[in-house]
């Protein structure tokens, strides 16, 4: 199982929810990332996860909260968000060591936030 | 703070055509540099990664170069195929003692058929 999958596909939100995207795998990877892709932009990474411990946060707004429940689960909860903060959200996991391996990208959430 | 370039921003070729993408870089000191593959909407495709230490790797039709002194890598499509139209991504993982990981704006290829 070479793959990373991300729930939901879409997701539309107002400005008072509060939401969550859910990211898994089941390759063993024990590197896992969040990153923001605006349109016709690169990704800009987010958070890092390493060994289940937050190893980097980019200096993302607190309206983001991520969570590493255990070593296949990644999430990211979202409140009081901003209409700025519609993009697609995508999910990345790697072998064990942060950046020095082939990363595997999850499909990603479309999320618009009204 | 490293930056990377990629050119051109958009290619058009027909098929068949071999064909090569570039990506440059502006601090050298780097761990590796993987390509990706996006398509309209959807998460990137891992393609190559090569370590600082190799020159290049292949996978089918594909094959990455690598000169770290130079700051440059290429990507090479053999025999272009419509199903490679994509947007090509290059990404450079530098930063000692921290995590620095830099993409290219892409190369938006188009293959016609």
């Known amino acids: 199982d070479t793959e990373v999958t991300q729930t939901p596909k879409h997701l539309v939100m107002g400005m008072t929810n509060k939401k969550s995207l859910k990211c898994e795998q089941h390759?063993?990877?024990?590197?896992m990332y969040w990153y923001k892709q605006k349109a016709k932009k690169p990704p800009e990474l987010m958070f890092v996860?390493?060994?289940?411990?937050?190893?980097i946060n980019e200096s993302v707004p607190s309206r983001f909260s991520p969570e590493c429940p255990n070593s296949s689960l990644l999430n990211l909860h979202l409140h009081a968000l901003q209409p700025e903060d519609s993009a697609l959200y995508l999910c990345?996991?790697?072998?064990?060591?942060?950046?020095?391996?082939?990363?595997?990208f999850g499909p990603g959430t479309r999320l618009t936030v009204l | 703070k490293q930056e990377v370039t990629q050119i051109p921003a958009a290619l058009s070729v027909p098929e068949g055509e071999n064909l090569v993408l570039n990506c440059s870089f502006t601090d050298s000191a780097i761990y590796n540099l993987q390509w990706f593959r996006q398509d309209p909407g959807k998460g990137l495709t891992s393609l190559l990664l090569i370590q600082s230490s190799q020159r290049e790797q292949t996978s089918g039709r594909l094959n990455a170069s690598l000169d770290k002194s130079s700051g440059r890598s290429t990507l090479y499509i053999a025999a272009s195929q419509p199903g490679d139209s994509a947007t090509y991504l290059c990404a450079v993982f530098s930063g000692a003692g921290s995590y620095q990981l830099t993409f290219g704006k892409g190369t938006k290829l188009s293959v016609i058929p």
């Open positions: 990345a996991s790697s072998h064990a060591g942060v950046g020095t391996d082939t990363q595997y």
């Open positions: 996860y390493s060994y289940e411990k937050l190893s």
């Open positions: 390759m063993g990877h024990r590197a």
